[in-house]
């Protein structure tokens, strides 16, 4: 095939975590620009998916595989928002009022379209206290979710409402300047409220029983097996731009076995250890790409000497992020003195994690 093999990578301990690529490997062939004749994608991962369920999910394996199989409001590229099913976006003069037109041409897997009843449904169920969703929190700031969320007052009094089939109006309580790369997280994507009524407590357990409207179908899951495949979704309204026709999943939870694989031509993309990352790192065509993500380590607040803020702000002092980036995690992590990974977003022209810095219980031993 002609498409580039990758090398990945994943860094953890404080450190932000970052991916790693590679073109081809030492036993195949140089690659070149056109493409294949056949587009398929062999996929290496490292877990499993936990559910399908997008105002449910709870970490970024399954999130993945959604962001792929679904489509929401809008698409995230390099940290700008596209517009994905939302074509026209208004904003109030207040910043606290954002109606959106969406587009009458995206369906889902099932047959039925995609409105705007399918986002206020959808949004109803991910911040219900009943369904305890581990993304409820990304609602703050939008009418009421606070309040809903701690159980004050009933989901259906959030702040968003369907006029017609293909506006959404969304009400916030205070101006919320990356709204739109907000709405391009899978916690905020619709929901076919017949499918996810008709499969009840199934619904987003297999593949058969969800339903999809992105520009791929998740095929073959059925809710405990390590193996599953995207296909081109053929009533995608942007299919003339996904390429790939199919991309084949194997979860390989011994990064040795995938790397194996990998070697072996048999996929075409794994995830290294940190140890691996650090003895390939001269392979030919190895590439560094950062992840939005960080790492950290967490006291368990029941022990009496952790209650005490003075010791974990010690203990803090004392950590060697250089050190523990370089020779513990590997693979290009760097060192983190506060929440937010470099690079992650902008704000007017200073980057945001300048911002958040914070110098309390990090500088002794950090920069």
Same mark, same amino acid.
């Given at each position: ?64 595989? *959604? ?16 517009? $994905? ?26 047959? &039925?379209?995609?409105?705007?009843? =399918? %986002? ?25 979710? &606070?309040? *809903? ?6 989901? &259906?009094?959030? $702040? ?22 907000? @709405? $391009?997280?899978?916690?905020? %994507? ?19 029983? /969800?339903?999809?409207? $992105? ?6 899951? /059925? ?14 309204? =942007?299919?003339?731009?996904?390429? @790939? ?51 950290? @380590? ?21 950590? &060697? ?17 506060? %929440? ?11 980057? %945001? ?15």
């Amino acid at each position: 095939m002609s498409l580039k093999k990758l090398l990945m990578t994943s860094s953890t301990l404080l450190v932000a975590t970052l991916t790693l690529s590679a073109c081809g490997n030492s036993n195949s062939k140089q690659t070149t620009n056109k493409p294949a004749a056949k587009q398929v994608l062999n996929w290496s991962l490292k877990s499993e998916i936990a559910t399908l369920d997008s105002a449910l999910v709870p970490e970024n394996g399954s999130a993945n595989m *959604i962001n792929n199989a679904m489509e929401g409001l809008f698409r995230i590229k390099n940290n700008h928002a596209e517009p $994905g099913l939302a074509t026209k976006t208004k904003v109030s003069k207040d910043g606290l009022t954002y109606t959106m037109t969406l587009r009458k041409n995206a369906k889902w897997s099932n047959g &039925d379209p995609v409105t705007a009843h =399918d %986002f206020v449904y959808a949004w109803h169920r991910a911040v219900d206290p009943k369904n305890a969703a581990p993304g409820s929190y990304l609602y703050s700031g939008i009418k009421n979710a &606070d309040a *809903i969320i701690a159980g004050k007052m009933a989901p &259906d009094t959030l $702040g968003v409402k369907a006029n017609g089939d293909y506006e959404l109006v969304v009400q916030l309580e205070q101006q919320t300047p990356y709204f739109k790369l907000l @709405m $391009g997280d899978i916690r905020f %994507f619709p929901q076919d409220q017949k499918a996810v009524e008709k499969y009840g407590a199934k619904y987003g357990a297999s593949a058969k029983t /969800t339903v999809f409207n $992105g520009p791929f179908l998740l095929e073959g899951w /059925t809710g405990s097996n390590l193996n599953w495949k995207f296909v081109k979704n053929k009533d995608y309204w =942007d299919k003339k731009h996904v390429k @790939m026709e199919t991309v084949n999943f194997k979860v390989n939870k011994s990064t040795t076995t995938a790397y194996n694989l990998y070697q072996a031509n048999k996929v075409d993309f794994t995830t290294l250890s940190a140890e691996q990352a650090k003895e390939l790192a001269k392979t030919p065509g190895y590439k560094v790409l950062q992840e939005a993500r960080t790492t950290y @380590m967490e006291y368990n607040l029941e022990k009496k000497e952790f209650k005490n803020k003075k010791i974990r702000q010690a203990l803090s002092y004392a950590i &060697d992020r250089k050190y523990l980036a370089k020779n513990v995690a590997g693979g290009g992590a760097v060192p983190l003195t506060n %929440f937010v990974p470099k690079d992650l977003a902008k704000f007017k022209g200073k980057d %945001f994690s300048e911002l958040a810095a914070t110098k309390v219980g990090v500088t002794y031993r950090s920069l």
